[in-house]
């Protein structure tokens, strides 16, 4: 329900600020009043082309892929998600997640590397395509340039954050795709797995009902991730020897990744030696250095690690209990709706050992 509240609440102000544009600011004598109300406008732009935009952006990312060979899975905008199942089209509320747009797409296994170019290249693309009628405008109602000129400003910033190269907290965005393929050549194929795999676990796919990916050996960033995909494999099939394999080739190679890609490996590493293993010490230490961040991260993901945590070293009922209800809680709000089903089994898993004591 608090979801849908703030969606709803989302789109009345979207509404709202339509309907702004129609205030007629020559007859307002306040100039205190006249100056806010221009400044709402200003805002009211601002918000209704970045809306606009990311629309166009992902359409671009559909209408290519649909173009080059890709399965259509989904469509997210604001947390709002058409996506397809048996073969029809569905709504659903998502709530807001770290991806203001995403066209959940999966390459064919023939879609060539020129074609997955095109693919990361068509958002910011129709981005572009939008500023002629834009600039057209501008010059023809000169009455209007200071908001048609907001407008321009904002799909120029949709345009350079997409299309210069840049990494995120672990995300990458369609620039650094594009540069990754033309630079990479033979070797870009852990970033097409790794792409197929994600979009996979976004649309809903367990880990265990992934493709077995055998990269064990590789520097290369996406193939490390791919093989947390493959831990995660082995957890959701409760396969030991999977997920022995990868863990440790994750804890050796894990120095390579930054920011959120690191800590979810490490993330893994505490669930690992405390739970699975039973080395508390090795796990405390771990868990030693990213506590707070841990602690912050409030997400179904770090909820289990916390409560398996505190389960497994600490011996602390209650503590484990807090976080694992705590983790269910939020459980709809994780974006990777696969990963998100076996955090789901993990902690209830976890609340029945609870419930039977030691």
């Not at 010059?139 to 200071?146: A, E, G, N, V």
């Not at 979810?264 to 961040?293: P, V």
Request: net charge neutral.
């Amino acid at each position: 329900m608090k979801k849908l509240i703030k969606q709803i609440a989302v789109f009345l102000v979207i509404i709202l600020s339509i309907l702004s544009l129609m205030i007629d600011v020559s007859k307002i004598n306040d100039v205190a009043i006249k100056f806010g109300v221009q400044i709402y406008k200003l805002l009211a732009v601002a918000l209704m082309t970045l809306f606009i935009q990311i629309i166009v952006h992902e359409l671009g990312h559909v209408v290519c892929g649909v173009k080059n060979n890709y399965s259509f899975l989904g469509f997210q905008v604001f947390g709002i998600t058409i996506y397809k199942q048996n073969n029809k089209l569905k709504l659903r509320v998502d709530g807001f997640t770290n991806a203001l747009g995403l066209a959940i797409m999966i390459p064919n296994e023939d879609v060539q590397d020129e074609d997955q170019i095109k693919f990361f290249k068509s958002g910011y693309i129709a981005n572009s395509i939008t500023l002629i009628p834009l600039i057209i405008t501008f010059i023809l109602f000169p009455s209007q340039r200071f908001l048609i000129g907001i407008s321009i400003i904002v799909t120029t910033i949709i345009i350079l954050s997409n299309a210069i190269p840049r990494e995120i907290a672990g995300n990458f965005n369609d620039g650094y795709l594009v540069k990754l393929y033309k630079s990479e050549g033979k070797d870009n194929g852990p970033a097409l797995i790794y792409q197929k795999l994600q979009n996979e676990l976004i649309s809903g796919t367990r880990p265990a009902d992934l493709e077995l990916q055998e990269i064990q050996y590789e520097e290369n960033i996406f193939a490390i991730l791919i093989n947390l995909m493959m831990y995660y494999k082995g957890l959701d099939m409760r396969d030991s020897s999977l997920m022995n394999s990868r863990i440790n080739l994750l804890e050796n190679r894990y120095d390579n990744l930054e920011n959120i890609q690191k800590d979810s490996i490490i993330y893994e590493l505490i669930f690992y030696y405390c739970y699975i293993i039973g080395d508390k010490l090795k796990a405390t230490k771990f868990f030693a250095g990213i506590e707070n961040r841990l602690e912050k991260d409030m997400d179904i993901n770090a909820r289990r690690i916390l409560a398996y945590y505190y389960y497994s070293a600490h011996l602390d009922l209650d503590k484990a209990k807090y976080y694992a209800e705590q983790g269910l809680e939020v459980a709809d709000k994780y974006p990777i709706r696969g990963i998100g089903m076996m955090e789901k089994q993990l902690l209830n898993d976890l609340l029945e050992k609870i419930k039977k004591g030691w």
